[in-house]
């Protein structure tokens, strides 16, 4: 559906891109024409992802985590040395695990804070001011969370991907002047291996609240991601597309 050279040139940096969504939408850069780099902690993941995504295209990775600053830093160099620039940003990593709010200790709540909130933050300004605002161009893609009537059964990660989903309007504003994009993408429930944490029957039945009656699928998320980023949404920013099946409209999240 878009053209094959439609990243000839550009280099993506994809965080969480050895597994799952964040997989599949550095696969779709690749066969578009795209460099890519994916970073997430674990060295063994980003290895065997280097080795697979290499069929489609220029693949590089780097072990980073993205509630440290200087480990960010550090993969900021490494891509300023090979590459000179950067052109797109996916704030794709995170995670969090269901609880009830009542439950949720101090340190679990930070510690999803930490991840979903304060990472995509860190990532975002170090990126900015490494590469998009000396460029004077770049375009950010955060993929937050299906949090539009609240998150029940998450609560920390309801309140990070609000604080996120906040972020986008407001570095929407700010940085129009040094010509950067920035949208969010929020998924419903995709089928990937996100979902593999979660116990087995918290999502029984979930297909029956969706007024699609289906989950999505990783590459349903990951093209309207390469829409946000291409000069096809050249016009958009600011904006949040959810990508649910009509889940945020109707019916439950999940049985509580
Ligand atoms: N699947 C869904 O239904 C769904 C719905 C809404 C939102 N999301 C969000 O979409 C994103 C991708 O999800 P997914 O389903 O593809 O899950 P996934 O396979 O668990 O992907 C998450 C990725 O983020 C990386 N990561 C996590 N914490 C990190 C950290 N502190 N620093 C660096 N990397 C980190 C992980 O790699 P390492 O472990 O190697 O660090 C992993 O590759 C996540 O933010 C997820 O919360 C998913």
């Known amino acids: ?4 050279d439609l990243f000839k040139g550009k280099v993506v940096f994809v965080t969480g891109g050895g597994s799952g969504i964040g997989y599949t939408i550095a696969k779709q850069f690749l066969l578009l024409g795209a460099k890519v780099w994916i970073a997430s902690r674990k060295e ?3 290895n065997k992802a280097i080795d697979e995504l290499s069929v489609f295209g220029k693949v590089n990775g780097a072990t980073m985590d993205i509630r440290e600053p200087l480990d960010i830093e550090k993969v900021a160099e490494k891509i300023k040395l090979e590459d000179g620039r950067l052109d797109i940003l996916i704030n794709n990593a995170g995670g969090q695990f269901p609880s009830a709010a009542e439950n949720i200790s101090y340190n679990g709540f930070k510690a999803v804070i930490n991840n979903n909130l304060l990472g995509p933050f860190y990532v975002t300004q170090i990126m ?4 998009f605002i000396p460029q ?3 375009i950010i893609v955060n993929i937050i969370a299906n949090m539009f009537r609240g998150f029940p059964g998450m609560a920390h990660t309801g ?3 609000s604080g996120v989903d906040n972020l986008t309007k407001t570095l929407a504003v700010e940085w ?3 010509n950067i994009r920035i949208n969010a993408v929020a998924p419903g429930i ?13 999502l029984k039945g979930i297909t029956d609240v969706i007024p699609m009656k289906r989950t999505g699928t990783m590459e349903e998320t990951a093209n309207p991601v390469i829409f946000l980023s291409s000069p096809l949404a050249s016009y958009i920013t600011g904006e949040t597309l959810y990508v649910d099946g009509g889940n945020r409209l109707w019916g439950d999240q999940w049985k509580m």
Do not use: H, V, W
């Not at 900015?128 to 590469?131: E, G, H, I, M, R």
């Not at 995709?190 to 918290?202: A, E, K, M, T, V």
């Open 128 to 131: 900015a001011k490494t590469f």
């Open 176 to 178: 129009s002047r040094f």
């Open 1 to 4: 559906m878009f053209a094959a």
């Open 44 to 46: 063994e993941r980003i």
């Open 190 to 202: 995709i089928q990937s291996s996100g979902l593999d944490q979660y116990p087995p029957d918290f």
């Open 159 to 161: 309140a990070a991907r």
């Open 136 to 138: 004077n161009e770049g």
